[in-house]
């Protein structure tokens, strides 16, 4: 098959461009940078079945030749990202997700959206089923986000309902494995470089507030799955076992050896307090489930974490 990938230069989409890569299909890898890195990528510079193009997908979008897949996976990501850039994350989920599904129904392909846990806010209902509707600010500082998605996820069963687009929406959990940007504000990666530097690691309010985290490869695994199926209804992918923050940050500090200590600071607007995916349909379905322990996924997260970091360190010096 020949696929687009939108947002191929970021942590998750350079991950799937290399997923399905081995598994044999042709890619085009589309991104803007703003958040992507070519460095996520460099590995594939003399790869012949792979392209990349720099475009906003927010813009008129158009490849030439047929495709058999759309996966849009084009937006800001983290807070500290789409904090930073409102308008654009905004834009990509709106007319980004607007130009990829014309694009799918133009080309007769199939359409996959990187939709987000965060359509669910500050969830009311624990663990959150795809059934739950979800409570969220629309005027808060992450409303940029969570709107952007859950206006993406409309407009993606509209153009399944209307133009009989071959349509798929996957709702992803908290991820996390290498090629993390240093700097993205997650909570993973923002514990693991903290320790590393033997800086005090930060959490925001008491640390009590739950989160559940998914290693790279198994979310890949399930994104793939959900593409190959037929379902057209949303798919929660994430790993169901919850963690508090102050766990995961004691947890980082085990692992990496680090003295640090911990440090507090207010809880941000609209934080979730809980969060934890109902993946019965993603069991049922498509017999899937997450195989990764945390403890593996952050061995091996912080391996990545500790050689990028001694090579930027090098490179200063």
Not at 11 to 28: K, Q
Not at 173 to 178: K, L, Q, S
């Amino acid at each position: 098959m020949r696929m687009l990938v939108t947002g191929a230069a970021g942590f998750l989409g350079s991950h799937l461009v290399d997923r399905l890569l081995a598994d044999g299909h042709e890619l085009i890898g589309m991104d803007n940078l703003i958040t992507g890195s070519l460095e996520n990528l460099a590995h594939l510079a003399e790869e012949p079945r792979f392209t990349f193009e720099r475009h906003n997908v927010a813009v008129y979008l158009d490849v030439a030749g047929p495709l058999d897949a759309v996966l849009h996976f084009a937006s800001p990501a983290s807070p500290v990202d789409y904090l930073e850039y409102p308008i654009q994350t905004l834009k990509v989920g709106s007319l980004g997700t607007h130009n990829a599904l014309g694009l799918a129904k133009a080309k007769g392909a199939r359409f996959l959206l990187a939709s987000t846990s965060e359509v669910y806010g500050d969830p009311q209902v624990h663990p959150q089923p795809e059934s739950y509707w979800g409570h969220v600010n629309p005027v808060g500082p992450r409303g940029v986000y969570d709107e952007a998605k859950r206006f993406a996820e409309a407009m993606t069963m509209a153009y399944h309902r209307v133009h009989a687009v071959d349509t798929r929406i996957v709702r992803i959990f908290n991820t996390y494995g290498p090629r993390m940007r240093v700097r993205d504000g997650r909570v993973v990666s923002n514990f693991i470089v903290q320790a590393l530097r033997a800086e005090p690691l930060t959490l925001y309010g008491d640390g009590e507030q739950t989160r559940s985290f998914c290693y790279v490869s198994d979310l890949i695994e399930g994104i793939v799955r959900v593409l190959n199926g037929t379902e057209h209804d949303p798919v929660n992918l994430g790993n169901p076992r919850e963690f508090s923050v102050r766990a995961l940050a004691e947890f980082v500090i085990r692992l990496t050896g680090s003295g640090s200590p911990l440090t507090y600071r207010p809880l941000p607007t609209d934080d979730p307090k809980v969060r934890q995916p109902d993946i019965a349909r993603a069991r049922t379905i498509f017999g899937w489930q997450p195989d990764v322990s945390l403890e593996q996924g952050l061995e091996r997260t912080i391996a990545d974490f500790r050689r990028r970091l001694g090579a930027s360190a090098g490179a200063a010096a």
